[in-house]
């Protein structure tokens, strides 16, 4: 069988993209017209004149964000049939069959189960970690591999990441947020305000406030799309290998190993290569050590202990970044539930 694109989807992904464009525009004229309202010399035209300008900005700073972070961490490394005949030999047949060009294939050797379409705009590659071809037979193997065929037929892995930059984004200005204020706020005074006093206190409130509205809202036009595509990939793996059971056998082979890794030793800031991976988990894995964080603090010091105290909110943000947690969680989920893809599948069946 032909391989096609998925229009329904494309049109989901166009809907998208342009909702993004249109944040894009209201980021740079919101604060344009605001100035025009607050300085005589700024005009309504300026205002304008800097939105035409300033949004295709930001729109190329998110294509690069899209192009360099889609792999973030992960070093893939391109795989010849010598090296991989198996792999190789599945991939030929199933490009046969899609009658779809052979992408290049890569692996990346990480102990977290996973794959993700990578690779420049016209030469795409699939890679797979060391972990999966390990965990996989062959019809899992090629169930999976024909998912991220589908993929690369509908050419949507950088859009789904330009689409996630906003609610991306979002989430970091909600960290940044956080962490200012665990850094500013070291006691309440008896009006209860804190540290540098009522108004640095508020602004940072709203600012929280405003970053989680824009995150909702732009996770909400995100998940548009991103869900229905790895629902449109399944089928198309599907109809491919004729094999649905085979591709249900590994999202739960995977999902049961990737859950087995401890949650604080996956790096939760992955969010782009969560985006556009075959399941919602980072490729990375880190062995997190376990620090007396107060082992070198003078307690017979009372300056010393003083300084501990006031630094301790930032002290405890500094460790929970390093074991791969967030003040305030803002997961932007890419990807359906696994459960609800086996049932489908099996539905399928």
Not at 270 to 275: H, I
Request: proline share 6%.
């Amino acid at each position: 069988m032909s391989l096609r694109p998925d229009y329904r989807l494309r049109v989901r992904l166009a809907g998208a993209v342009l909702v993004v464009l249109g944040f894009d525009a209201a980021l740079v004229l919101l604060p344009s017209w605001l100035a025009s309202l607050a300085f005589e010399s700024v005009t309504v035209s300026d205002a304008l004149l800097a939105t035409a300008v300033g949004t295709p900005f930001i729109v190329l700073l998110q294509a690069a964000y899209a192009y360099h972070r889609t792999l973030g961490s992960v070093s893939p490394r391109v795989v010849t049939a010598t090296e991989h005949p198996d792999l190789h030999t599945l991939l030929d047949r199933l490009c046969q069959q899609a009658n779809a060009p052979k992408p290049r294939l890569a692996v990346a050797d990480s102990p977290v189960p996973n794959s993700v379409v990578a690779g420049r705009p016209g030469e795409p590659a699939i890679v797979f970690t060391t972990a999966l071809v390990d965990a996989l037979d062959d019809e899992e193997l090629a169930a999976v591999l024909a998912h991220e065929l589908a993929h690369v037929v509908n050419r949507d892995r950088l859009a789904v990441v330009f689409a996630a930059a906003p609610a991306i984004v979002a989430h970091r200005y909600l960290v940044w947020q956080s962490e200012r204020l665990s850094r500013d706020v070291d006691r309440t005074d008896e009006r209860g305000f804190v540290g540098l006093g009522e108004n640095n206190f508020l602004s940072a409130l709203v600012g929280i406030a405003v970053g989680l509205v824009f995150g909702v809202v732009s996770e909400a036009v995100f998940r548009l799309f991103a869900v229905q595509r790895e629902y449109g990939a399944d089928r198309a793996a599907a109809r491919l290998t004729g094999n649905p059971a085979a591709l249900a056998s590994a999202l739960a082979t995977l999902d049961d190993r990737a859950r087995a890794i401890p949650s604080r030793d996956l790096r939760a800031h992955d969010s782009s290569v969560k985006a556009v991976s075959f399941l919602p988990y980072p490729f990375e894995h880190r062995e997190r050590e376990t620090v007396d964080s107060n082992a070198d603090i003078d307690w017979t010091d009372p300056a010393a202990v003083e300084a501990m105290y006031e630094e301790q909110p930032l002290r405890r943000r500094n460790e929970s970044t390093e074991a791969g947690e967030e003040p305030i969680p803002f997961p932007v989920r890419s990807h359906p539930r696994t459960r609800r893809r086996i049932e489908r599948l099996r539905a399928t069946t």
